[in-house]
T-cell receptor, first 113, second 112 residues
């Protein structure tokens, strides 16, 4: 199947680190993405990682990829109240001539002041 | 210009109405997408246009009709919708279908 799984909810205190996990299904996915969605808004691309990489760091964001276990994680350092949102991972599925994104179930991150 | 715009922001329509959603990007992207998103769920792909040709239709009912008049514009024509079609409709674009997608803010559609 094409189910990409995430835990539903994560609550952290401001200033702590947050780690959001994702388990994907297609071992041939070339790119994996993290998107952020604030209430009533569209999706904002945060970062992505190519499948031949283990880690990517971008300011407060660190992405870790374990291809063997098909596990992806997003670590947010020094989490702020403005980071409160739903976070979606997504894998790019090779559809022949056209790739498409399959999104995870989403994790609601709540940051307590 | 690095954004995807969508109009209208909100739309309320009856089941017998005909309306259209519009999406525009000026990033030179050649792939454009329509997604449907229900509350607390991930976006679900509806259509993909690549170089202004429809390349994916995810078995969407014919009451949704996409149109790509040129490389910058994508429309979604709506006719005889059902209340269960109420959702956030998101447009996205990318350089090509193997590249990262950038999303618009969405149109919140309510069907009465």
């Amino acid at each position: 199947g094409e189910d990409v799984e995430q835990s539903l909810f994560l609550s952290v205190r401001e200033g702590d680190s947050s780690v959001i996990n994702c388990t994907y299904t297609d071992s041939s996915s070339t790119y994996l993405y993290w998107y952020k969605q604030e209430p009533g808004a569209g999706l904002q691309l945060l970062t992505y990682i190519f499948s031949n990489m283990d880690m990517k760091q971008d300011q407060r964001l660190t992405v870790l990829l374990n291809k063997k276990d098909k596990h992806l994680s997003l670590r947010i350092a020094d989490t702020q109240t403005g980071d409160s949102a739903i976070y979606f991972c997504a894998e790019s599925i090779d559809g022949g001539a056209t790739n498409k994104l399959i999104f995870g179930t989403g994790t609601l991150l709540a940051v307590q002041p | 210009d690095t954004e995807v715009t969508q109009t209208p922001k909100h739309l309320v329509m009856g089941m017998t109405n005909k309306k259209s959603l519009k999406c525009e990007q000026h990033m030179g992207h050649r792939a454009m997408y329509w997604y449907k998103q229900k509350a607390k769920k991930p976006p679900e792909l509806m259509f993909v246009y690549s170089y202004e040709k429809l390349s994916i239709n995810e078995s969407v009912p014919s009451r949704f009709s996409p149109e790509c008049p040129n490389s910058s514009l994508l429309n979604l024509h709506l006719h005889a919708l059902q209340p269960e079609d109420s959702a956030l409709y998101l447009c996205a674009s990318s350089q090509g279908t193997r590249f990262e997608q950038f999303f618009g803010p969405g149109t919140r559609l309510t069907v009465l």
